[in-house]
């Protein structure tokens, strides 16, 4: 699976829009972008996910690069609940296991 | 509710013991993974099973043992091998085809090893 590179950190005003970056340069076609987030001290929670085109539900939006190198995650009105650390994830269609890097620790400030 | 349950949530034990961490889920999802947790990193892949009375090591493996024998329980034990036990365990659990891949977690089990 490919690998991703994301920011250790990143500050947020409260109501204002969070947007998380994530590189994935050498991803391969058939490869997925995954997001998911931990808040302190529990289990990851999945956000959501894409292939190419940009994605949206009711907790977030995904917006992947026409050549999918990179894509972005956007809360779009951050409180402070949504302070956590940010995974992003690339895997292939098949059964493997997730691979977690560090991700982004997302500090949410009022 | 549906959802994965592990227990216990802490755990304290002396060096030298094994310790059985629980995690029972009633998603009905084939797959079944663990994994280990130090402050300030990710999540790294001890072992996972795809099926009843089937698992493959992850990429920490070592002092770690699972079985496998019903579809809605996944049990880790710690052995005295492992030489760094002390972490946050986290159990997870997915369905096995399509391609979601979206995995749920448990709350986690913190075990000391004092």
């Known amino acids: 699976d490919a690998k991703t590179t994301q920011p250790t950190s990143m500050d947020c005003a409260e109501g204002r829009a969070a947007n998380l970056p994530c590189n994935h340069s050498?991803?391969?076609?058939?490869?997925?972008v995954y997001w998911y987030r931990q808040i302190h001290s529990q289990g990851p929670q999945y956000i959501i996910h894409g292939l190419k085109n940009n994605e949206t539900n009711e907790m977030a939006s995904l917006i992947i690069t026409e050549d999918r190198k990179s894509s972005t995650l956007i809360l779009p009105h951050a409180t402070l609940r949504d302070t956590a650390v940010y995974y992003c994830i690339v895997r292939n269609s098949g059964n493997t296991p997730l691979v977690f890097g560090k991700g982004t620790r997302l500090s949410v400030i009022a | 509710d549906g959802g994965i349950t592990q227990s216990p949530k802490y755990l304290f034990r002396k060096e030298g013991q094994n310790v059985t961490l629980s995690c029972e889920q009633n998603?009905?999802?084939?797959?079944m993974y663990w994994y280990r947790q130090d402050p300030g990193q990710g999540l790294r892949l001890i072992y996972y099973s795809q099926i009843v009375n089937d698992f493959q090591k992850g990429d920490i493996a070592e002092g770690y043992s699972v079985s496998r024998e019903k579809k809605e329980s996944f049990p880790l034990t710690v052995t005295s091998a492992q030489k760094n036990p002390t972490a946050f365990y986290l159990c997870?659990?997915?369905?096995?085809?399509?391609?979601?891949?979206?995995?749920?977690f448990g709350e986690g089990s913190r075990l000391t090893v004092l």
């Open positions: 998603l009905n999802h084939d797959a």
């Open positions: 997870a659990s997915s369905r096995l085809a399509g391609r979601t891949g979206e995995l749920f």
């Open positions: 050498t991803i391969s076609g058939n490869e997925y």
